[in-house]
């Protein structure tokens, strides 16, 4: 498995999630925001922090780098393609995941550990997780992390699950309590938690390590199928 971490301006998770893939004896490369063929890759992350400085809204910049063809181009070819925080709004910006990224309920900026539950433990980025584990602590930094849309868009993203992650609590005002999404197919995650921060015990928590063992286990399978 080979991934690249996009690093945008403003970006100031990259070296987290880099650092949480190579722990787990994944190839890595950051990739600058101009790069335009992410071929080589088999998984592309967004990593979280303030892209372009978050103007006009979080994510509403980065949507137009150059790289962002590049990514649309592997969630089309099924490729494994994550947003984790400021990288969730850049892919709701992008139309590839459904519904946006406000202001949380309370203003202000969250920077917790929080319980999360997982709803779907037979996805992509979940299914080395059981279901009797649950909850899972994993860490969340945000101002803008309240996931909204609308009641029918809510129905299908249940229908065909598509909600992977809910919150236990209601952290900042998500619908339902959603903390992380995938696209139809599955392929495409965007979460508001940060698991790259809860892979080693001197970071406070493992409970992250399940995120980056399934990614693993889906490729294997995957690689073996054909």
Excluded: W
């Amino acid at each position: 498995m080979k991934a690249a971490v996009v690093r945008f301006p403003g970006s100031n998770c990259d070296f987290d999630m880099y650092y949480a893939l190579t722990d787990f004896n994944i190839e890595a490369d950051i990739v600058s925001e101009k790069t335009q063929d992410l071929s080589e890759y088999d998984a592309i992350f967004l990593p979280g922090g303030f892209s372009y400085g978050d103007y006009l809204r979080s994510g509403a910049v980065a949507r137009f780098a150059p790289v962002m063809a590049a990514v649309i181009a592997a969630a089309e070819q099924g490729k494994i393609v994550v947003g984790i925080c400021n990288g969730f709004q850049i892919l709701t910006e992008a139309g590839l995941l459904p519904g946006q990224l406000m202001a949380n309920k309370v203003p202000g900026f969250i920077c917790d550990t929080v319980p999360l539950l997982i709803e779907n433990d037979a996805s992509v980025f979940t299914q080395v997780y059981a279901k009797q584990q649950q909850p899972i602590m994993i860490p969340i930094a945000h101002g803008e992390g309240r996931y909204y849309a609308d009641e029918q868009t809510i129905a299908e993203l249940y229908a065909n699950h598509q909600v992977i992650f809910k919150y236990q609590t209601d952290v900042n005002g998500s619908v339902d309590q959603i903390a992380g999404i995938t696209n139809r197919t599955g392929n495409v995650l965007g979460m508001m938690p940060h698991p790259e921060r809860a892979v080693d015990a001197l970071l406070g928590a493992t409970d992250g390590r399940g995120f980056f063992k399934s990614i693993i286990a889906s490729l294997a399978l995957e690689v073996v199928g054909k």
